[in-house]
């Protein structure tokens, strides 16, 4: 079974650029999580999804943070402008469902550079 | 507010000797609780987990119990591999008006042989 799949695994642009990630989730996976994982700290929940709909966004900078789940398969995550600041690694997830006994599965990440 | 805190790193370790990570939490809610482990580029993935108050998750020699009455989830193991060295990280998960997903910072093992 193929796991989380997330492109590109590396980023490097220039402050104020835009920047998109991609994730495909585990085939089956209803639930689908966004994190940001700063170095040497743990992952932070940016947004959830349940399908297509985003249950809880409430950690999302919506001010130059956006992501979608279209069709509730694989989703994109989107940073417009990027600040110095967004430098991270943005982890995907998924899991069956949404409870809290949920294990998730990682990707291995998208490291982001700005400059 | 609701928090995970995991006893800083780097443990280093001789291989076969004995291993805990301290992890202690704090939550308004009954959260479930789970152990990731980070190996070296590679993703998080699931160590084991314990879902309510005297539970052991326990897995590749790994164990850990949810001790309500401490608010502790202490990761150990009696004999660690020099496959062994990753990154841990203590994590809670719970509904309580929101979902709520929060991860301690991880601590670096490393193991020599």
């Known amino acids: 079974e193929a796991g989380v799949v997330q492109s590109p695994r590396y980023k490097i642009i220039e402050k104020k650029q835009p920047v998109a990630f991609w994730c495909n989730p585990i085939?089956?996976?209803?639930?689908l999580y966004w994190y940001l994982q700063n170095l040497g700290q743990g992952p932070e929940l940016l947004i959830r999804y349940e399908n297509e709909e985003a249950v809880d966004d409430s950690q999302l900078p919506k001010d130059r943070f956006s992501a979608e789940r279209l069709k509730g398969v694989d989703s994109t995550l989107k940073i417009q402008p990027a600040e110095l600041g967004d430098s991270a690694v943005y982890l995907c997830?998924?899991?069956?469902?949404?409870?809290?006994?949920?294990?998730?599965?990682f990707g291995p990440g998208t490291r982001l550079t700005v400059l | 507010g609701d928090s995970v805190t995991q006893m800083e790193g780097p443990v280093t370790l001789s291989e076969e000797a004995f291993l805990t990570i301290n992890c202690t939490y704090t939550?308004?809610?009954?959260?479930?609780l789970f152990w990731y482990v980070q190996y070296p580029g590679e993703g998080l993935q699931l160590l084991l987990k314990a879902t309510k108050a005297d539970d052991k998750g326990s897995n590749k020699g790994f164990e850990a119990t949810y001790r309500k009455e401490t608010t502790s989830f202490h990761l150990e193991k009696g004999s660690v591999q020099v496959s062994d060295s990753a990154v841990y990280f203590c994590a809670l998960s719970m509904i309580s008006g929101t979902y709520k997903y929060i991860f301690g910072t991880g601590t670096r093992l490393k193991v020599l042989a």
């Open positions: 939550a308004t809610g009954y959260p479930s």
């Open positions: 997830a998924s899991s069956p469902g949404g409870g809290s006994t949920d294990t998730q599965y």
């Open positions: 085939s089956g996976h209803n639930t």
